[in-house]
Protein backbone atom coordinates (compact mmCIF):
# COMPACT_ATOMS: atom_id res chain seq x y z
CA UNK A 1 0.00 0.00 0.00
CA UNK A 2 1.49 3.68 -0.84
CA UNK A 3 2.09 6.16 1.70
CA UNK A 4 -0.32 8.25 0.11
CA UNK A 5 -3.35 9.96 2.29
CA UNK A 6 -6.56 11.41 1.20
CA UNK A 7 -8.60 13.38 3.85
CA UNK A 8 -11.73 15.15 2.37
CA UNK A 9 -13.50 17.39 5.02
CA UNK A 10 -13.33 20.88 6.42
CA UNK A 11 -11.44 22.01 9.12
CA UNK A 12 -14.19 22.92 11.60
CA UNK A 13 -15.30 19.24 12.47
CA UNK A 14 -12.14 17.46 11.60
CA UNK A 15 -9.55 17.50 13.87
CA UNK A 16 -7.32 15.41 11.22
CA UNK A 17 -7.50 18.06 8.75
CA UNK A 18 -7.50 20.63 11.46
CA UNK A 19 -3.72 19.51 12.27
CA UNK A 20 -2.54 19.30 8.72
CA UNK A 21 -4.47 23.16 7.48
CA UNK A 22 -4.31 24.81 10.81
CA UNK A 23 -7.06 27.41 10.03
CA UNK A 24 -10.66 27.32 10.50
CA UNK A 25 -12.49 26.57 6.60
CA UNK A 26 -16.15 25.54 7.07
CA UNK A 27 -16.47 24.21 3.86
CA UNK A 28 -15.61 20.60 2.32
CA UNK A 29 -12.32 20.32 0.44
CA UNK A 30 -9.85 17.69 -0.57
CA UNK A 31 -6.23 17.25 0.95
CA UNK A 32 -3.67 14.83 -0.41
CA UNK A 33 -0.22 13.80 0.16
CA UNK A 34 1.22 12.27 -2.33
CA UNK A 35 5.06 11.63 -4.28
CA UNK A 36 6.62 13.31 -1.06
CA UNK A 37 4.38 16.87 -1.50
CA UNK A 38 0.84 18.53 0.54
CA UNK A 39 -1.78 19.05 -1.46
CA UNK A 40 -4.74 21.39 -1.02
CA UNK A 41 -7.67 21.57 -3.62
CA UNK A 42 -9.86 24.12 -3.05
CA UNK A 43 -12.50 26.84 -3.48
CA UNK A 44 -11.02 30.38 -4.74
CA UNK A 45 -12.63 32.16 -1.24
CA UNK A 46 -10.03 30.27 0.97
CA UNK A 47 -7.04 30.49 -1.46
CA UNK A 48 -5.40 33.56 -0.49
CA UNK A 49 -5.12 32.02 3.60
CA UNK A 50 -4.05 28.54 2.45
CA UNK A 51 -1.04 30.22 0.40
CA UNK A 52 -0.07 31.70 3.67
CA UNK A 53 0.41 28.35 5.25
CA UNK A 54 3.64 26.59 4.89
CA UNK A 55 4.44 23.04 2.99
CA UNK A 56 1.05 23.13 1.12
CA UNK A 57 1.05 22.97 -2.96
CA UNK A 58 -2.24 24.84 -3.58
CA UNK A 59 -4.70 24.10 -6.29
CA UNK A 60 -7.65 26.02 -7.23
CA UNK A 61 -11.22 23.67 -7.82
CA UNK A 62 -10.80 26.06 -11.19
CA UNK A 63 -7.69 23.46 -12.49
CA UNK A 64 -9.96 20.63 -12.37
CA UNK A 65 -12.80 22.67 -13.64
CA UNK A 66 -15.01 23.69 -11.52
CA UNK A 67 -16.89 26.12 -14.10
CA UNK A 68 -17.75 23.67 -16.76
CA UNK A 69 -18.92 20.55 -13.77
CA UNK A 70 -21.46 23.87 -12.72
CA UNK A 71 -22.91 24.71 -15.98
CA UNK A 72 -23.05 20.67 -16.89
CA UNK A 73 -25.86 20.92 -14.45
CA UNK A 74 -24.26 18.83 -11.41
CA UNK A 75 -25.19 20.10 -8.23
CA UNK A 76 -22.07 22.06 -5.91
CA UNK A 77 -21.45 18.68 -3.97
CA UNK A 78 -21.16 16.41 -6.99
CA UNK A 79 -19.14 18.73 -8.70
CA UNK A 80 -17.34 19.26 -5.94
CA UNK A 81 -16.56 15.44 -5.61
CA UNK A 82 -15.89 15.02 -9.31
CA UNK A 83 -13.10 17.52 -8.85
CA UNK A 84 -11.98 15.41 -5.50
CA UNK A 85 -11.40 12.27 -7.86
CA UNK A 86 -10.11 13.97 -10.98
CA UNK A 87 -7.28 15.42 -8.67
CA UNK A 88 -6.55 12.18 -7.29
CA UNK A 89 -6.00 10.74 -10.75
CA UNK A 90 -4.11 13.37 -11.81
CA UNK A 91 -1.73 13.86 -8.70
CA UNK A 92 -1.21 9.53 -9.20
CA UNK A 93 -2.67 8.22 -5.83
CA UNK A 94 -4.05 4.99 -6.64
CA UNK A 95 -4.09 3.65 -2.97
CA UNK A 96 -4.13 5.96 0.16
CA UNK A 97 -5.13 5.56 4.20
CA UNK A 98 -7.88 8.05 4.92
CA UNK A 99 -9.59 8.98 8.30
CA UNK A 100 -12.65 6.48 9.25
CA UNK A 101 -14.65 9.59 9.04
CA UNK A 102 -13.78 9.72 5.49
CA UNK A 103 -17.64 10.04 3.26
CA UNK A 104 -18.84 7.31 2.10
CA UNK A 105 -20.43 8.74 -1.13
CA UNK A 106 -16.95 9.89 -1.91
CA UNK A 107 -15.09 6.76 -1.06
CA UNK A 108 -17.25 5.05 -3.42
CA UNK A 109 -16.41 7.02 -6.52
CA UNK A 110 -12.69 6.91 -5.34
CA UNK A 111 -13.07 2.96 -5.28
CA UNK A 112 -14.90 2.33 -8.70
CA UNK A 113 -12.26 4.51 -9.89
CA UNK A 114 -9.76 1.84 -8.89
CA UNK A 115 -7.93 3.86 -5.86
CA UNK A 116 -7.70 1.63 -2.82
CA UNK A 117 -8.69 3.09 0.44
CA UNK A 118 -7.67 2.18 4.04
CA UNK A 119 -9.79 4.11 6.38
CA UNK A 120 -6.94 4.00 9.62
CA UNK A 121 -8.32 5.99 13.23
CA UNK A 122 -5.13 4.81 14.65
CA UNK A 123 -2.85 6.30 12.33
CA UNK A 124 -4.50 9.85 12.15
CA UNK A 125 -4.54 9.83 16.03
CA UNK A 126 -0.85 9.29 16.02
CA UNK A 127 0.05 12.24 14.16
CA UNK A 128 -1.55 14.35 16.74
CA UNK A 129 -0.04 12.96 19.75
CA UNK A 130 2.86 15.24 19.36
CA UNK A 131 1.64 18.67 19.58
CA UNK A 132 2.87 21.59 17.03
CA UNK A 133 4.56 24.67 18.39
CA UNK A 134 1.25 26.20 17.56
CA UNK A 135 -1.12 24.03 19.26
CA UNK A 136 0.66 24.10 22.54
CA UNK A 137 0.72 28.12 22.30
CA UNK A 138 -3.19 27.22 21.70
CA UNK A 139 -3.33 24.57 24.64
CA UNK A 140 -1.82 26.81 26.93
CA UNK A 141 -3.77 29.85 26.14
CA UNK A 142 -7.26 27.78 26.54
CA UNK A 143 -5.69 26.93 29.84
CA UNK A 144 -5.10 30.12 30.60
CA UNK A 145 -9.13 31.12 29.59
CA UNK A 146 -9.59 27.51 32.26
CA UNK A 147 -7.85 29.01 35.03
CA UNK A 148 -9.61 32.44 34.34
CA UNK A 149 -13.12 30.60 34.46
CA UNK A 150 -12.17 28.75 37.62
CA UNK A 151 -11.36 31.72 39.26
CA UNK A 152 -14.81 33.57 38.63
CA UNK A 153 -16.17 30.42 39.85
CA UNK A 154 -14.35 30.65 42.96
CA UNK A 155 -14.93 34.06 43.52
CA UNK A 156 -18.93 33.88 43.61
CA UNK A 157 -18.61 31.01 45.77
CA UNK A 158 -16.20 32.45 48.19
CA UNK A 159 -18.85 35.76 47.80
CA UNK A 160 -21.84 33.79 48.69
CA UNK A 161 -21.69 33.92 52.46
CA UNK A 162 -25.06 32.05 53.30
CA UNK A 163 -26.96 33.53 49.93
CA UNK A 164 -28.38 31.48 47.49
CA UNK A 165 -26.28 30.37 44.72
CA UNK A 166 -26.90 28.30 41.52
CA UNK A 167 -25.18 26.29 38.87
CA UNK A 168 -26.26 28.54 36.43
CA UNK A 169 -24.97 31.80 37.82
CA UNK A 170 -21.69 29.72 38.55
CA UNK A 171 -21.73 29.38 34.69
CA UNK A 172 -23.19 32.82 33.53
CA UNK A 173 -19.39 33.76 35.14
CA UNK A 174 -17.35 31.02 34.09
CA UNK A 175 -18.75 31.25 30.13
CA UNK A 176 -18.36 35.41 30.15
CA UNK A 177 -14.72 34.53 31.57
CA UNK A 178 -14.16 31.98 28.69
CA UNK A 179 -15.41 35.09 26.46
CA UNK A 180 -13.10 37.56 27.88
CA UNK A 181 -10.02 35.11 27.45
CA UNK A 182 -10.43 34.03 23.48
CA UNK A 183 -12.12 30.87 24.24
CA UNK A 184 -14.93 29.53 22.72
CA UNK A 185 -17.31 26.52 24.44
CA UNK A 186 -20.20 24.15 24.08
CA UNK A 187 -21.06 23.07 26.88
CA UNK A 188 -19.44 22.03 30.52
CA UNK A 189 -20.00 21.31 34.70
CA UNK A 190 -20.90 22.29 37.45
CA UNK A 191 -22.51 19.61 39.29
CA UNK A 192 -23.09 20.10 42.77
CA UNK A 193 -24.88 17.33 46.02
CA UNK A 194 -26.14 13.67 44.28
CA UNK A 195 -25.52 15.39 40.55
CA UNK A 196 -21.58 15.21 41.08
CA UNK A 197 -21.93 11.52 41.17
CA UNK A 198 -23.48 11.12 37.90
CA UNK A 199 -20.23 11.01 35.51
CA UNK A 200 -21.21 13.94 32.47
CA UNK A 201 -24.24 15.86 34.56
CA UNK A 202 -24.23 19.38 33.29
CA UNK A 203 -25.68 20.63 36.59
CA UNK A 204 -28.40 22.39 37.95
CA UNK A 205 -29.85 24.25 40.62
CA UNK A 206 -29.36 25.71 43.79
CA UNK A 207 -26.41 24.63 45.93
CA UNK A 208 -26.49 23.68 49.70
CA UNK A 209 -23.94 23.61 52.28
CA UNK A 210 -21.97 20.88 52.41
CA UNK A 211 -22.73 19.17 49.36
CA UNK A 212 -19.69 18.54 46.70
CA UNK A 213 -19.11 20.66 44.07
CA UNK A 214 -17.63 19.68 40.72
CA UNK A 215 -16.74 22.07 38.28
CA UNK A 216 -15.04 20.39 34.86
CA UNK A 217 -14.16 22.91 32.43
CA UNK A 218 -12.90 22.81 28.89
CA UNK A 219 -12.96 25.89 26.74
CA UNK A 220 -11.47 25.84 23.24
CA UNK A 221 -9.03 28.23 22.20
CA UNK A 222 -10.80 30.27 19.25
CA UNK A 223 -7.16 30.67 17.21
CA UNK A 224 -6.00 27.37 17.20
CA UNK A 225 -9.21 24.74 17.75
CA UNK A 226 -7.04 23.38 20.61
CA UNK A 227 -8.91 22.17 24.33
CA UNK A 228 -7.85 22.86 27.76
CA UNK A 229 -9.44 20.22 30.35
CA UNK A 230 -9.44 20.85 34.10
CA UNK A 231 -11.47 19.90 37.06
CA UNK A 232 -12.35 21.39 40.43
CA UNK A 233 -14.16 20.15 43.62
CA UNK A 234 -15.73 22.88 46.20
CA UNK A 235 -17.55 23.00 48.93
CA UNK A 236 -19.65 25.58 50.85
CA UNK A 237 -19.88 25.71 54.84
CA UNK A 238 -18.68 23.06 56.67
CA UNK A 239 -16.45 20.50 54.91
CA UNK A 240 -18.12 17.02 55.16
CA UNK A 241 -15.85 14.11 56.53
CA UNK A 242 -16.41 11.92 53.56
CA UNK A 243 -15.83 14.95 51.47
CA UNK A 244 -12.59 15.36 53.04
CA UNK A 245 -11.25 11.96 52.52
CA UNK A 246 -12.29 11.59 48.77
CA UNK A 247 -10.52 14.88 48.03
CA UNK A 248 -7.40 13.85 50.01
CA UNK A 249 -7.30 10.31 48.41
CA UNK A 250 -7.76 12.22 44.83
CA UNK A 251 -5.06 14.70 45.38
CA UNK A 252 -2.55 11.84 46.50
CA UNK A 253 -3.64 9.55 43.49
CA UNK A 254 -2.85 13.15 41.25
CA UNK A 255 0.40 13.61 42.99
CA UNK A 256 1.57 9.81 42.53
CA UNK A 257 0.57 9.53 38.54
CA UNK A 258 2.19 13.32 37.83
CA UNK A 259 5.62 12.23 38.99
CA UNK A 260 5.58 9.03 37.48
CA UNK A 261 4.29 10.72 33.75
CA UNK A 262 7.19 10.52 31.31
CA UNK A 263 8.57 9.51 27.91
CA UNK A 264 7.98 5.64 27.74
CA UNK A 265 5.91 5.03 30.12
CA UNK A 266 2.38 3.02 28.92
CA UNK A 267 -0.04 4.92 29.70
CA UNK A 268 -2.46 1.84 31.79
CA UNK A 269 0.41 2.23 34.13
CA UNK A 270 -0.71 5.38 35.22
CA UNK A 271 -4.32 4.40 35.79
CA UNK A 272 -3.13 1.54 37.81
CA UNK A 273 -0.99 3.65 40.07
CA UNK A 274 -4.51 5.54 40.79
CA UNK A 275 -6.42 2.36 41.03
CA UNK A 276 -3.42 1.54 43.57
CA UNK A 277 -4.16 4.62 46.10
CA UNK A 278 -8.12 4.21 45.62
CA UNK A 279 -8.37 0.06 46.35
CA UNK A 280 -5.72 0.67 49.37
CA UNK A 281 -8.32 2.61 51.03
CA UNK A 282 -10.82 0.14 50.33
CA UNK A 283 -12.44 1.75 47.66
CA UNK A 284 -13.92 -0.09 44.00
CA UNK A 285 -12.21 0.82 40.49
CA UNK A 286 -12.50 -0.67 37.70
CA UNK A 287 -9.49 -3.48 38.33
CA UNK A 288 -11.95 -4.65 41.05
CA UNK A 289 -15.24 -4.51 39.64
CA UNK A 290 -17.32 -7.52 38.34
CA UNK A 291 -17.04 -7.69 34.36
CA UNK A 292 -20.39 -8.01 33.83
CA UNK A 293 -21.56 -4.84 35.80
CA UNK A 294 -20.71 -1.03 34.95
CA UNK A 295 -19.19 0.15 37.84
CA UNK A 296 -21.15 3.32 38.93
CA UNK A 297 -19.43 4.29 42.66
CA UNK A 298 -15.81 4.67 43.51
CA UNK A 299 -13.08 5.74 40.95
CA UNK A 300 -15.55 4.51 37.99
CA UNK A 301 -13.62 5.64 35.43
CA UNK A 302 -10.24 5.78 33.29
CA UNK A 303 -7.58 8.38 34.87
CA UNK A 304 -7.49 10.62 31.90
CA UNK A 305 -6.73 11.00 28.08
CA UNK A 306 -5.21 13.30 25.71
CA UNK A 307 -6.17 16.39 24.97
CA UNK A 308 -5.53 18.73 21.83
CA UNK A 309 -8.06 19.85 18.67
CA UNK A 310 -10.35 17.08 20.53
CA UNK A 311 -11.09 17.33 23.92
CA UNK A 312 -11.15 13.56 24.27
CA UNK A 313 -7.98 12.11 22.09
CA UNK A 314 -5.08 9.54 21.99
CA UNK A 315 -3.93 8.25 24.27
CA UNK A 316 -6.15 6.64 26.49
CA UNK A 317 -4.94 6.57 30.55
CA UNK A 318 -7.38 4.17 31.26
CA UNK A 319 -8.18 0.04 31.08
CA UNK A 320 -7.72 -0.14 27.29
CA UNK A 321 -4.77 2.10 27.94
CA UNK A 322 -2.14 0.75 25.46
CA UNK A 323 0.01 3.62 24.40
CA UNK A 324 3.50 4.57 25.49
CA UNK A 325 3.51 8.00 26.70
CA UNK A 326 5.97 10.52 23.82
CA UNK A 327 6.98 14.30 24.29
CA UNK A 328 4.96 16.37 23.06
CA UNK A 329 1.77 14.35 24.17
CA UNK A 330 -0.77 16.67 26.64
CA UNK A 331 -3.09 14.48 28.59
CA UNK A 332 -5.43 14.84 31.75
CA UNK A 333 -4.82 13.03 35.40
CA UNK A 334 -8.30 12.96 36.36
CA UNK A 335 -8.44 10.49 39.55
CA UNK A 336 -12.67 10.98 41.18
CA UNK A 337 -14.22 9.01 44.04
CA UNK A 338 -18.13 8.57 43.83
CA UNK A 339 -21.17 7.53 45.76
CA UNK A 340 -24.72 7.17 44.21
CA UNK A 341 -27.20 9.61 45.83
CA UNK A 342 -24.32 11.66 47.76
CA UNK A 343 -22.13 13.06 45.41
CA UNK A 344 -18.22 13.13 44.37
CA UNK A 345 -14.78 14.25 43.91
CA UNK A 346 -12.61 14.80 41.17
CA UNK A 347 -9.05 16.54 40.50
CA UNK A 348 -7.67 17.30 37.28
CA UNK A 349 -4.91 18.66 36.04
CA UNK A 350 -3.68 18.90 32.01
CA UNK A 351 0.46 17.95 31.89
CA UNK A 352 2.47 18.35 29.01
CA UNK A 353 5.12 15.01 28.51
CA UNK A 354 8.00 16.47 28.06
CA UNK A 355 11.78 15.10 26.54
CA UNK A 356 13.33 14.18 30.33
CA UNK A 357 9.38 14.45 32.43
CA UNK A 358 6.06 16.19 32.94
CA UNK A 359 5.38 20.13 33.17
CA UNK A 360 2.38 20.75 34.26
CA UNK A 361 0.15 23.02 32.49
CA UNK A 362 -2.38 23.61 35.05
CA UNK A 363 -1.87 26.44 37.93
CA UNK A 364 -4.46 26.27 40.23
CA UNK A 365 -5.03 26.11 44.08
CA UNK A 366 -6.80 22.40 44.93
CA UNK A 367 -8.62 23.64 47.94
CA UNK A 368 -11.92 22.42 48.76
CA UNK A 369 -12.71 25.69 50.04
CA UNK A 370 -12.96 28.42 47.89
Known sequence: MPGDVLIYSDTVRSAALRHEVPIAIGDPFLYVEAGGERHVVIGALELPRVRD???LRVHPNEEYGYDALGESGLSREDALEEIALRAVRELGVVGAVVPDDFPIKLADRLRAAGVDLRPERESFGQRRRAKSGAELEGIRRAQEGAEAGMRAAAEL???????SLTSEELKAAIAAAFLAN??????FIVSHGPQSAIGHHGGAGEILPGEPIVIDI???DAESACFAD???TFVLGEIPDRLAEFHRLCKEALDRTLAATRPG???????????DVFEAAGYPTQRTKDP?????????????????LEVHEAPSLGMLGREELVPGDVVTLEPGLYVPGWGGCRLEDLVLVTEDGAENLTDFPYDLKP
Open 230 to 232: MTR
Open 292 to 308: AVPLEEGFMHGLGHGVG
Open 53 to 55: LDG
Open 265 to 275: VQSRSLHDLAC
Open 218 to 220: WPR
Open 182 to 187: GCTFDE
Open 157 to 163: LRGADGK
